[in-house]
């Protein structure tokens, strides 16, 4: 139900929620088993997931203490989101200290457009924008037998045995 408890001003409310749950709940693992020292984090996700861990990577990046006795360097952040909403309303989020934030986007998929830019919100890191008949014509056209090629070699990738332009 979050997903619709966008709030008034700032980060999509409950995004943000799930985002602090989840550095609540990492703070409180490293400290239950006595973690100490250099440590990396691996963040993915995909949907609702994915802006959670965007959001996280996000704040990791802006200097979020993990407690004492842990040091953590940026190079040591890995965050890979598939189909992230829009959450952050920062926006400086897209600046070079976000690097490490990587977001695999289908401009046919309606959930990265969800909460809308133009209610100021945005998501952290680089987007790269899968490539669709729609709006790439020639580079996806340019990119389609490779694909067909790659699907032909995996059985189990057209299991109802469905022409190729059908998946398409």
Same mark, same amino acid.
């Given at each position: 139900?979050?997903?619709? &408890? ?12 799930? /985002?602090?749950? +989840? ?14 020292? &250099? ?14 861990? @965007? ?12 407690? &004492? ?24 989020? /897209? ?7 990587? @977001?695999?986007? @289908? +401009? ?8 809308? +830019?133009?209610?100021?919100?945005? /998501? ?19 990119? &389609?037998?490779? +694909? ?9 990738? @057209? ?10």
């Amino acid at each position: 139900g979050s997903n619709l &408890k966008i709030g008034y001003s700032g980060d999509h409310q409950g995004f943000a929620e799930a /985002r602090d749950q +989840a550095l609540d709940y990492v703070k409180e693992y490293l400290a239950k088993y006595n973690v100490t020292g &250099k440590i990396k984090i691996w963040l993915t996700g995909y949907s609702r997931s994915a802006i959670t861990a @965007n959001m996280v990577g996000g704040k990791i990046d802006q200097g979020f203490n993990f407690g &004492k006795n842990i040091s953590f360097d940026l190079d040591d952040l890995y965050c890979y989101t598939f189909e992230a909403p829009r959450g952050t309303a920062n926006t400086a989020c /897209r600046d070079s200290l976000y690097y490490n934030i990587h @977001n695999i986007v @289908n +401009a046919n998929d309606l959930v990265p457009e969800v909460s809308l +830019a133009k209610w100021g919100h945005s /998501r952290f890191g680089v987007d790269y924008i899968l490539p669709c008949r729609q709006y790439d014509g020639n580079y996806y056209y340019s990119l &389609k037998p490779k +694909a067909e090629a790659l699907i032909g070699k995996m059985d189990t990738m @057209n299991i109802a045995g469905l022409p190729i332009d059908l998946i398409d």
